[in-house]
């Protein structure tokens, strides 16, 4: 079965730092996605940025990256030059294919940006 | 505003209360998605619906109760909940056979009292 896996329940970072968060995944398809989302207090569910398992690059999306190592099964976010309006509930997530597109999510890192 | 809309954005309900919460989305995709996301848990896949027809149900109490009636819309018909029913509900939409993941709504959260 797929699974996720987010070690860090909480990270602090102090703003304008980078942080990476952590996130393994374990799939036996040969094709899928890895995506991260952002949930502010609002509870809003925010698309952040997505890595294909046959995209060679790194994804990024602005002051987002996403460090894949697919041999070692991992889809880090890596958060740069943290500010204040980071700080939210971020959760990685991985595709199943099939006649719909459905999303596994693990647990999620809380990361609160210090000033 | 996003492209997923919910309402209501709260409600607080009794345990012999009916209810009902409602997804649209005018994206033009063809799937639809609940989810429960309760405290200190993963968000939980409830049902799936694709091109209005319910293709996953993942062992729901009956107690809730999906409705599909168009690929705009999206219902969860609730009644005779339990206090641990009470979490953040969210919607989301996708264009199906996609890796583009998905969009969500901004949840209902409900309170069972």
């Known amino acids: 079965a797929q699974k996720i896996t987010q070690t860090q329940p909480g990270m602090f970072v102090q703003e304008k730092e980078a942080v990476t968060l952590d996130c393994t995944y374990d799939?036996?398809?040969?094709?899928?996605?890895l995506f991260w989302y952002k949930q502010p207090s609002s509870g809003e569910m925010i698309f952040l940025i997505y890595?294909?398992?046959?995209?060679?690059q790194n994804a990024t999306e602005g002051r987002y990256s996403l460090n894949f190592q697919k041999a070692r099964k991992s889809a880090n976010l890596v958060i740069s030059a943290s500010q204040l309006g980071d700080s939210a509930m971020y959760f990685c997530?991985?595709?199943?294919?099939?006649?719909?597109?459905?999303?596994?999510f693990g647990a999620g890192t809380r990361l609160a940006v210090h000033p | 505003e996003t492209g997923v809309t919910q309402t209501p954005r709260h409600l607080v309900m009794g345990m012999t209360n009916k209810k009902s919460l409602k997804c649209e989305q005018h994206?033009?995709?063809?799937?639809m998605y609940w989810y429960k996301q309760s405290a200190k848990k993963p968000l939980e896949l409830m049902f799936v619906?694709?091109?209005?027809?319910?293709?996953e149900n993942n062992s729901v109490p009956s107690r809730f109760s999906p409705e599909c009636p168009n690929s705009s819309h999206l219902f969860l018909h609730l009644h005779t909940l339990q206090p641990e029913d009470s979490a953040l509900y969210l919607c989301?939409?996708?264009?199906?056979?996609?890796?583009?993941?998905?969009?969500f709504g901004s949840g209902t959260r409900l309170t069972v009292v």
């Open positions: 989301a939409s996708s264009p199906g056979d996609s890796n583009y993941g998905y969009t």
């Open positions: 799939t036996s398809d040969q094709s899928y996605g």
């Open positions: 890595q294909g398992s046959y995209d060679e």
């Open positions: 997530a991985n595709s199943l294919r099939g006649g719909y597109n459905k999303l596994i």
């Open positions: 994206l033009g995709h063809n799937a």
């Open positions: 619906y694709s091109l209005e027809e319910r293709v």
